[in-house]
């Protein structure tokens, strides 16, 4: 009993693609790769470190971990924030998402009564 033979395919540079050419490829890829996952990711973490030296005292924030509080008081990396009347959470300054705007909730007899007419 004899074994069948398989066919031998050999792999040929394409002509004329040298050095060159690999090299314009791969610097046309590393730019690409720069202007759209390079780059963005930088400004992100420039802005974040902007959001982090800009926090004071009295300035309302939502965490990574969805709580939103007001600071209480600011360390060197860590954050003291009142998320409730006397309840305080020291949290790491990094785990600071954004700084968002809260409204106090309004009492419906704080507003105006409309007169029907």
């Known amino acids: 009993m004899s074994i069948p033979q398989l066919p031998v395919v050999v792999a040929q540079a ?5 050095l060159g050419g690999n090299l314009i490829f791969f610097v046309a890829l590393f730019a690409i790769m720069y202007f759209v996952l390079i780059r963005p990711q930088q400004k992100q973490a420039k802005e974040q470190q902007t959001l ?3 926090l004071k005292k009295g300035d309302d924030v939502i965490i990574s971990a969805g709580i939103v509080g007001k600071i209480f008081s600011v360390d ?3 954050l003291s924030l009142e998320v409730a009347p006397n309840v305080k959470l ?6 600071v998402q954004a700084r968002v705007n809260v ?5 419906p007899a704080a507003e105006p009564k409309k007169e029907e007419k």
Do not use: C, I, N, Q
Request: net charge positive.
């Open 14 to 18: 394409a002509p004329g693609g040298g």
């Open 52 to 54: 982090l030296t800009g």
């Open 76 to 78: 060197d990396k860590f």
């Open 90 to 95: 020291r949290v790491l300054k990094s785990s």
């Open 103 to 107: 409204e106090s909730p309004k009492s």
